[in-house]
């Protein structure tokens, strides 16, 4: 069974932002980590094929799958850090309310992902989102 996580991409305007960010970060330090408190209990679920689901602007809009869970040491203390794909893939716009922390994302209940090259991929999240609502698109 594969099972993702669902995370907030909290300070970050828009996909390009986020791939910025994590471009600096990668040539820094080699690789993308992402720390956070608490260990997942299903790790192996999302070790096995999980990604990370980033909600910006309160719509999920990309996912980067997970390679590794490791322990890690932080300047707060002892972590758990997400290693990641540098790969971004964008995913249908899925409204999400904001909460802390990370949440586990059923395979089930995650969006799919986004065909590339289309004129959704281009249009803000938001747009898309409102779009579909009113059945035009």
């Not at 330090?29 to 990370?52: C, L, N, V, Y």
């Not at 899925?94 to 799919?112: F, N």
Request: aromatic share 6%; net charge positive.
């Amino acid at each position: 069974m594969v099972v993702h996580i669902l995370k907030l991409c909290v300070g970050v305007d828009d996909v390009d932002h986020l791939r910025d960010i994590q471009s600096r970060r990668r040539q820094e330090q080699g690789a993308i980590r992402h720390f956070t408190r608490h260990r997942p209990k299903r790790a192996d679920e999302i070790i096995a094929r999980g990604s990370i689901y980033w909600i910006i602007r309160g719509h999920v809009q990309v996912r980067q799958r997970i390679t590794a869970i490791e322990d890690a040491e932080h300047p707060e203390g002892k972590r758990c850090a997400f290693v990641l794909d540098p790969s971004l893939v964008l995913t249908e716009p899925q409204p999400r309310r904001p909460h802390q922390g990370w949440r586990y994302l059923e395979a089930r209940d995650a969006p799919s992902d986004l065909r590339t090259g289309g004129t959704e991929s281009r249009l803000p999240a938001p747009l898309v989102q409102k779009l579909k609502e009113i059945g035009a698109w």
